[in-house]
């Protein structure tokens, strides 16, 4: 592997300790990554072609360890709002060669072995990511777990925001749920809301989506009008939930996400 590569662990961006904040999307040189990781057991190095024409994608996934005197590792969330300049992150530049790698890196370890017999998958012998079982002939790809993620208005222009339990403390967003086998997306819309927050919606429209590996997802973004129902948290995921007028927000989820980008849509009064 020659060129520069980029290093995750867990859910974690691995870069060197005095890396500024406005590097951080860069590629680390392979003689770093040698020199540091080059012993490690269980590393897994990897080389996806990118969507943008910008060459291909190289990266390190390493194994749950210490890091090395002179590294770190930054929440990939987190460096998503650093690397995205405080705008919705894409699937193009840094951002989008970071999302890519990553989501693959995730489905690597997770496709060691075939589903349908247990022996060790092998990659592919073309660039294409993807994963043929040599015993069974059983191919593996990347998947993609389509989720949907709603802003909901009522018709004193305040919208519903919601504190789930694997929320930072106080930090406030959407309303969001896996499309389900066999659901169209409107369906989806309709039943995570009603099961989230106990809310009838209408006027469902489609706003825009983004590629989101947390933890293999596609996020599309939805608007929906209230329309019923009586306000009531499940209890189980959604731990509190009101609605908010535009002058008085409570903390809201990084700049990254679609989730933010279609608060402040609302936020500006462009829903």
Known sequence: MSGGVYIYQGISLIVQEETPDSLIKNEISIEAVDSAFGGVKDIDR???PSLDDQGAIRAVTLPEMEL???WKAIPLRQAMVTISGGIMAEGSGPAGRILRSYHIGTWRRESRFCGSCGTANRDLESDEPGRKCPACGRLEFPRISPAVIIIITNDKGEALL?????FTPGVYSIIAG???????LEETVVREIKEEVNLDVTDIRYVRSQPWPFPNSLML???ARYCGGDLKPDGKEIEDARWYSRDALPQLPGSASVSRYLIELWRRGEL
């Open 221 to 223: 973004g939805f608007t």
């Open 68 to 70: 090395p005197i002179g």
């Open 178 to 184: 896996f499309n389900e086998a066999g659901e169209s």
């Open 162 to 166: 919601a504190h789930n339990k694997i």
């Open 46 to 48: 990897f080389s996806v």
